[in-house]
């Protein structure tokens, strides 16, 4: 944070056993993931890191970067470890997490004991498994949330041309356990649809690296256009 006093890089990093990189990925103008400040932030951490100083990725990035860092900068070892918070409780959601996923390199794997004792102290469930998965993880989570606020937006659509009430409704549907109550909120932060930092970038991010892999997501795709036409149509970002 340029607008928070700290020491060096050179200093922070020489005093770290671990360091922990949590910096935006923004979308480019065509969708696709923009990691140039993630890039920036590794390619000057890896001037005074040390042989084996472990970094840990909590920024949201596409499949593959981990390892990808992993390979560029083959003296540092890398984990990426995705945060699942909420704007609004971040602080209470970064201290009590309901899962620590560890993602490991092909060269990180050895480390993961150490890393597991670490985060132990937290009292979640801890997920091991390769970087990759751990990435995707991040980005099927902030994609189903915003199906959910899309299916949602078009059922509480229907309710109300019926005449009935959405949200009796819509209590009665998340009753069941198989379906989990969250972004089944119309009416959110003065709009609807998924808006925020995260959810609309994370998904427009994860269809354009799709595509890239000839692998088109027209579910996601089609998600998106809806949820686009509910925040224009509203006025929230």
């Known amino acids: 944070?340029?607008?928070?006093?700290?020491?060096?890089?050179?200093?922070?990093?020489?005093?770290?056993?671990?360091?922990?990189?949590?910096?935006?990925?923004?979308?480019?103008?065509?969708?696709?993931?923009?990691?140039?400040?993630?890039?920036?932030?590794?390619?000057?951490?890896?001037?005074?890191?040390?042989?084996g100083q472990k970094i840990i990725i909590k920024s949201t990035v596409i499949p593959t970067t981990t390892e990808h860092y992993q390979e560029k900068y083959p003296h540092l070892v890398f984990f990426m470890c995705p945060e699942f918070l909420d704007e609004d409780t971040s602080k209470h959601d970064f201290l009590h997490p309901f899962v620590t996923i560890i993602g490991y390199t092909t060269k990180s794997e050895e480390y993961v004991e150490e890393l597991i004792h670490i985060f132990k102290n937290f009292h979640a469930p801890i997920h091991t498994m390769p970087a990759t998965e751990a990435e995707m993880v991040k980005y099927m989570t902030n994609s189903f949330f915003v199906l959910k606020v899309v299916f949602a937006n078009q059922i509480h659509d229907l309710c109300t041309m019926l005449g009935i009430d959405y949200y009796r409704v819509k209590d009665s549907f998340v009753s069941n356990p198989r379906v989990g109550d969250s972004h089944f909120i119309v009416e959110h932060k003065g709009g609807r649809g998924a808006g925020g930092k995260c959810l609309p970038k994370d998904l427009s991010a994860l269809i354009q690296f799709a595509k890239r892999k000839n692998c088109p997501l027209t579910l996601l795709e089609t998600a998106e256009k809806i949820n686009s036409e509910l925040l224009k149509r509203t006025g929230k970002c």
């Open 1 to 51: 944070d340029k607008y928070k006093k700290s020491s060096p890089l050179k200093t922070v990093v020489g005093r770290s056993d671990i360091i922990f990189i949590c910096v935006p990925t923004p979308c480019k103008a065509d969708g696709e993931i923009d990691l140039s400040i993630i890039d920036e932030v590794v390619e000057n951490i890896s001037k005074y890191a040390k042989n």
